[in-house]
């Protein structure tokens, strides 16, 4: 018998490699301009815009708004610190918005995936919305059971709440299920809201060769390598 | 390219047979203490307080509780009224209550939701809990890309805001997603609520010979045989 009820897991670093995704996309639509841009550069821009918007509605300073929203009021801000937002149509903006709904999963991430699905109900515990994880999940085939996480919470994680709320949802008490992250602070968060944590590091999710988060900053309860690995270990 | 961005399904009848699966399980549990049964009779008088409970809901005469809970207290209700709650431990009310996560598919079920899963997102649309279609979903091999339905609605069918919360936690407006039920009334309730519409019967539903809703009662969108001749009709 599995050691916990359930596997929830952190999506955005965790699983998908975000920067290089939304870079491949900016690029193919400033090259559809025949405009020059550093996308490496404009991703780490617009994914520096996430945590301060989520920090309005985690304060209470704004009611709960899916991260699609919030990413789209992002790009606009950085489009309009570059003096640039008037290069885009309303409709190529919003296809430049759906850029988080095609990343590519890290390597292990699919197969890792599918062995623990077969030991327990994995779902994402992100904060992206319902309808993001479902589209990432069919762009780079991630089996997931269901989605929980900020949407069914109406909030942001660290948020107490996101964590509790789904494990309830997926009719588990806190400690019986395990939140999987890459983030030291994203785990920490999960063991404060009751919940069991599992740790592996993903040395390239800010760019081959920039210092990331590679070591455990807790005695989290499951350390693996890498998701194939993880699997193994929660079987 | 397909005719709807994601097609959601009623559940209790349409993908699942309820009443075998309780059935089955009400059985065991009473032949475990060598104790007849009706068992068929039993599923029949459990399902038949489903409304009733969900009217409370319903109404605004309480806030919303999931399925799982109303099951429960449904049981109750049954073993009261037949004078025999005392037969069970709690814990045993609680196995037997997991009957409902315990159903088997329709025999075209798996394939068919696996067919259309390809060709554009499926998720139920149920009364039922993300717990309980997640534990359905693993008994009985659906693949499900996310759950909507009651649960994230904060209320239950045929409320309208079922229907379009879960449409727009799939991001797309109503007319863009197709409701599937094998039950009118449910079909009904989604057209009024800005969704298309799809139908096939399911005549074993209430018992083999026992009348059920076998004709359409209105032109939903899409009228199939079966999910198999859905999954070919929506592609």
């Keep these: 018998m599995a050691r916990y009820g ?3 897991f952190d999506v955005f670093g965790t699983v998908v ?20 841009v550093d996308a490496e550069a404009f991703a780490d821009e617009w994914r520096g815009e996430y945590q301060p918007a989520m920090n309005k509605i985690r304060s209470g300073n704004r009611g709960y708004v899916a991260l699609d929203t919030l990413h789209r009021e992002n790009l606009e801000v ?11 149509s309303n409709d190529e903006l919003a296809e430049l918005n759906h850029a988080w709904e095609k990343l590519p999963p890290w390597e292990d991430a699919p197969q ?8 327990m109900p994995v779902a994402p515990c992100s904060n992206g919305s319902i309808a993001l994880m479902t589209r990432l999940a069919r762009f780079g085939g991630l089996s997931w059971d269901c989605v929980v996480g ?6 942001y994680k660290p948020d107490p709440k996101v964590y509790q709320r789904s494990a309830a949802a997926l009719g588990f008490a806190p400690d019986e299920v395990v939140m999987v992250a890459t983030h030291n602070n994203d785990l920490a968060a999960a ?9 592996f590091p993903r040395p390239d999710e800010l760019g081959v060769g920039v210092k990331t988060e590679l070591v455990p900053a807790q005695d989290w309860d499951v350390i693996a390598k890498n998701m194939i690995d993880l699997a193994q270990k929660l079987a």
Tied chains: 1, 2.
């Design 17 to 36: 490699d975000w920067r290089s995704g939304v870079a491949t996309e900016v690029s193919r639509m400033y090259e559809a301009k025949g405009l020059d």
């Design 112 to 119: 890792g995936l599918a062995d623990l699905k077969q030991v």
């Design 150 to 155: 900020a949407e069914i919470a109406q909030g």
């Design 6 to 8: 359930a596997a929830i």
């Design 191 to 199: 063991r404060d809201a009751g919940l069991a944590t599992a740790y």
């Design 78 to 88: 950085v489009l309009t610190r570059r003096d640039q937002l008037g290069l885009f």
